[in-house]
């Protein structure tokens, strides 16, 4: 079975192919995880290769929600130790996802990236890079940059919404300058053993957005940049595929960076049935499978699946 098999990623091996993919709760006190969110993710850890946690903001102006947990200041860290240290205990491994929600923030009110300044610019990018680094001191095996999902750098790379005259707009290398310099800064702070991923809105599905021949390219500065992982979602149509509700329903745009990627990527959309999750890997679509709300709805999601799958062999 291809769901059960272990995977190398960096210098971790996951015990299976099962990711659980990172999903808004909104379960922190003053931005540090609750107890209550700790156990959420503890019960989810023990049949589960890996688990994201859900965003976290990388400064107040980048803040999308209330109730989000932060990666923004140093009082958040043993809070965090303790997230890992249960998520850790049940021999999963934990990625911190990073994000900064402008121009959904709630500080910003739908302000646009080509309003922003070289130097907001250079603040959003130290941002990342201090939040990366208080991840790695929180016990987690990676960071994730978040670039999907209508989200900051999602905006930067939508030919929709960014429209820059200078070096960090226009012609597809300039869209994707921000998230690359961020992902290289990234990883000269964090070091060479720490994994680095990044969430890629790999398509708007609207006209005049992003271009499928575009992300090949993108994949591969990406990797270039110094990412191990690729976490494949939507762009500027968010974690839905506008056109299709099949299991794994981005599915195609998955397939394409797989292809073009050196490096495992991340197919999450849809999958509810342990069959479905083992199809998707079998024909070739992605190298790890995320299951979001199933997850969500079944703690057990993990375990069960694998034993369906046992009994079908």
């Known amino acids: 079975m291809m769901l059960e098999k272990k995977l190398e990623l960096k210098d971790i091996c996951l015990k299976n192919r099962i990711v659980m993919p990172p999903m808004a709760r909104e379960a922190s006190i003053e ?64 990625i911190a996802q990073l994000n900064h929600a402008r121009p ?4 910003y009110d739908k302000s646009n990236v080509n309003n922003m300044t070289k130097e907001d610019i250079e603040k959003v990018k130290n941002d990342f890079i201090n939040a990366s680094i208080r991840t790695k001191k929180a016990g987690f095996d990676g960071v994730e940059i978040h670039s999907a999902h209508e989200y900051l750098l999602s905006h930067f790379y939508s030919p929709i919404t960014n429209k820059r005259t200078d070096e960090y707009g ?19 702070s964090v070091g060479e053993d720490y ?17 499928l021949d575009e992300i090949p390219i993108a994949v591969r500065s990406f990797i270039d940049s110094g990412v191990d992982l690729i976490d494949i979602s939507g762009g500027l149509c968010r974690f839905q595929n ?72």
């Not at 959904?104 to 500080?107: E, G, K, N, P, V």
């Not at 994994?195 to 271009?211: K, L, M, P, Q």
């Open 31 to 94: 931005g540090k995880p609750s107890d209550e969110l700790i156990d959420y993710y503890k019960k989810r850890a023990e049949y589960t290769g890996l688990i994201i946690t859900e965003h976290a903001y990388i400064s107040l102006e980048g803040k999308s929600s209330q109730k989000q947990l932060s990666m923004a200041d140093d009082s958040v860290i043993d809070g965090f130790k303790e997230l890992t240290d249960a998520i850790h205990k049940e021999n999963c491994f934990a």
């Open 104 to 107: 959904q923030s709630i500080a």
């Open 170 to 188: 226009g012609n597809l290398e300039n869209r994707l300058r921000l998230a690359n310099g961020i992902i290289q800064e990234v990883r000269k």
């Open 195 to 211: 994994i680095v991923a990044i969430r890629f809105g790999a398509y708007d599905y609207w006209e005049g957005g992003s271009e």
């Open 242 to 313: 506008p056109y299709s509700k099949e299991p794994g329903y981005f599915k195609e745009i998955s397939k394409i960076a797989k292809e073009a990627s050196s490096v495992p990527v991340i197919l999450t959309g849809g999958v509810k049935k342990a069959r479905d999750a083992e199809n998707l890997l079998k024909k070739g679509y992605c190298d790890l499978i995320g299951i979001g709300r199933a997850m969500i709805m079944d703690a057990e999601w993990s375990k069960k699946a694998l034993k369906s799958l046992e009994n079908m062999q």
